[in-house]
């Protein structure tokens, strides 16, 4: 498995930027895809964005694609979203995850961080 440490959250208004990273440690970093998924009280975890082992192919989900872009930096270990456009709706829990077990939308990943918080103001 491998070890996954997120950063980046924080405090923003609506309208505004963040931008997350995960850092990687452990097995081959470059062999699994990643993903981001958010997770905001009383709700369940959801998809946010999926990105594949070389980066050349990514997944968003409808609410923040076009909004959030998905990144990954095979030497450096790391994976990054972009979040741009925030809205109180996007605010939650983040979590960095690797390696899906089945469909890369579904919160089942062998592979989790401990997680961001992400707080947008209205």
């Known amino acids: 498995q491998v070890r996954l440490v997120e950063s980046g959250g924080g405090l923003v208004q609506a309208g505004g930027s963040l931008r997350l990273s995960c850092q990687a440690s452990g097995r081959a970093f470059s062999d699994y895809p990643m993903a981001w998924f958010r997770q905001a009280p009383g709700k369940e975890r959801e998809f946010v964005a999926y990105i594949n082992q070389n980066g050349l192919r990514t997944y968003y989900a409808d609410d923040v694609n076009g909004r959030f872009t998905i990144s990954r930096d095979n030497h450096q270990d790391t994976v990054m979203l972009q979040m741009g456009n925030l809205k109180p709706d996007d605010a939650g829990h983040y979590y960095c995850?690797?390696?899906?077990?089945?469909?890369?939308?579904?919160?089942?990943?062998?592979?989790w961080g401990q997680g961001t918080q992400v707080t947008v103001s209205s």
């Open positions: 995850a690797a390696n899906p077990v089945g469909a890369y939308f579904l919160p089942e990943y062998n592979s």
